[in-house]
């Protein structure tokens, strides 16, 4: 059943597989940029970890079927068959049609392709990111897109921010389905933000108290479970519902951990998506500390691109509370920013009211000061980094 793989990390396993199966697995891996023997991996982790019953497959007529496989895997592999009292042929049919299921065709999205991804973050606290996420996500649904806004930072301000609550310890979660411990559908913890300027195109996953634990619980999954790839633990959960989003805005905590990794690999270019569409957005304020805090920030990022060999775009930033009063200390600041030249200053939004009172009423900028200097540097902001 198994002979030694040529680099001594992964074994040949055979099984059979449906014919239509096994063409539509060939078909979408191609369309994903993927290896066959990549995907299988991805589609028995995932049907092993999973605790949901999963729909019998029809088996008639599989055929021969191989490809290569971590080795352990299978046999762990036959392991949960036999715990399931389901033949191999029906475990690992039901790995792959789990896999096709959460992995979508891009050509299966209305007019969109792949959905853009935004990734907030700066690992300095207080710099904006959670205005600039909720702004630019409100944009891009008012400009008619489905967007999931996702609150991705434990402290929950996003959250509380639009009026709504973060999720308790212990229940299904973000966090959970990342760690592959999911309990239902993550639909069902996606809010919609009632409110009529954006006509139900804004979507929020709330945050999580068990955010605090992401990187210890992400970092055991990866030791105790084969296959499993702590970057892609967000990609991993976000693919469940990705393909009904034409934008999703990720705010992310003030960390350089396993969570930031996460968020990175997420916003990566993907095979087949325009440079600039994904990737990340910095917000900074004009003083030295946000320079030093860009410069952790980058050199986690380089790190990354060298170590997975990925293309992680810098779409700009946004530099934040602004306020040429402060002197030269603002000024000069600011002029750095822009010397930069690559990321490039998408907007310079000064320190001003609307945000803070539209937090205190609980309602997103756009709607409550639509006409504001800060809702039109949002909208400038969406505009300039979008397919």
């Not at 999580?208 to 970092?219: N, P, T």
């Not at 900028?365 to 505009?383: C, D, K, V």
Request: with cysteine; net charge negative; hydrophobic share 40%.
């Amino acid at each position: 059943m198994a002979s030694p793989y040529p680099s001594g990390d992964r074994e040949k396993v055979a099984s059979k597989l449906p014919p239509a199966l096994k063409q539509a697995l060939k078909i979408r891996a191609a369309e994903l940029g993927l290896d066959i023997q990549v995907a299988v991996t991805a589609a028995v982790q995932d049907w092993r970890d999973a605790d949901t019953v999963h729909s019998p497959v029809d088996t008639t007529g599989a055929d021969s079927f191989s490809t290569w496989l971590p080795v352990g895997m299978y046999d762990d592999f036959k392991e949960t068959c036999g715990q399931r009292d389901v033949s191999y042929i029906q475990g690992l049919a039901q790995a792959v049609r789990r896999w096709l299921d959460v992995n979508p065709s891009p050509s299966d999205r209305p007019a969109g392709g792949i959905a853009e991804r935004k990734i907030v973050c700066n690992q300095k606290g207080g710099v904006g990111k959670t205005t600039t996420s909720a702004g630019i996500a409100q944009a891009y649904a008012e400009d008619g897109k489905r967007v999931l806004l996702v609150d991705y930072d434990p402290q929950g301000h996003l959250t509380q921010q639009l009026g709504h609550h973060q999720t308790p310890p212990g229940e299904d979660s973000l966090v959970s389905h990342m760690c592959s411990e999911g309990t239902g559908d993550l639909r069902d913890l996606i809010i919609t933000i009632e409110d009529p300027r954006f006509e139900k195109r804004l979507h929020l996953m709330p945050s999580c108290f068990d955010g605090f634990l992401l990187d210890a619980r992400v970092g055991v999954k990866a030791v105790q479970a084969r296959g499993f790839q702590k970057e892609a633990a967000l990609e991993k959960a976000l693919l469940a519902v990705e393909s009904e989003y034409d934008v999703i805005v990720v705010d992310c905590p003030p960390s350089l951990g396993i969570a930031m990794d996460a968020a990175l690999y997420y916003g990566r270019r993907r095979d087949g998506e325009a440079a600039g569409v994904s990737g990340v957005i910095i917000p900074v304020l004009a003083e030295d500390s946000s320079a030093t805090a860009y410069g952790m920030l980058a050199g986690q990022i380089e790190d990354l691109r060298m170590d997975l060999r990925l293309n992680i775009d810098y779409l700009g930033l946004v530099v934040n509370m602004y306020d040429s009063r402060r002197g030269a200390v603002a000024t000069s600041s600011l002029q750095s920013w822009r010397d930069l030249g690559d990321p490039p200053v998408l907007a310079v939004i000064g320190d001003l009211k609307e945000q803070r009172e539209a937090v205190r009423k609980m309602m997103p900028l756009l709607s409550y000061a639509p006409l504001s200097e800060q809702a039109e540097a949002m909208r400038q902001i969406a505009r300039r980094v979008t397919a």
